[in-house]
């Protein structure tokens, strides 16, 4: 059983920063491409950031660029989700997935062809 665990969400103030981070048990993540999601109330989940395990390459959805930086630990047991200057929009139920290794990123994050699914770590940022 592929299970992802999510932690390190909660409520911040515009302009401030949080770390995700998703682990990953009973396997690790050299062959699985992993994604970050989130999911706004009355909203369809949206691919945040995806990196793939071939090469190392990453997408970021247009919002995020340059806010947001997916990254996987050396042990390949962790990934994270590092969020910095954090906005109301950012508000959201983050999830960690991971997929085949034969797609890229961005069809990671824009197909999202997952094959499983953490249970979600809300973050807040209030208006």
């Known amino acids: 059983q592929l299970q992802l665990v999510e932690s390190g969400g909660g409520l911040v103030q515009p302009g401030g920063s949080l770390r995700l981070s998703c682990a990953a048990s009973?396997?690790?993540?050299?062959?699985?491409?992993v994604g970050w999601f989130r999911q706004a109330p009355g909203k369809e989940r949206e691919g945040v950031a995806c990196l793939s395990t071939t090469d190392s390459s990453t997408y970021y959805r247009d919002s995020v660029k340059g806010r947001f930086t997916i990254s996987r630990d050396v042990t390949k047991k962790w990934a994270y989700l590092q969020m910095n200057n954090l906005n109301p929009d950012d508000t959201g139920l983050y999830f960690c997935a991971i997929g085949p290794r034969v797609t890229t990123a961005q069809a990671m994050c824009v197909m999202r062809p997952v094959q499983s699914w953490g249970q979600g770590t809300q973050v807040t940022v209030p208006s």
């Open positions: 009973g396997f690790t993540l050299d062959y699985y491409n």
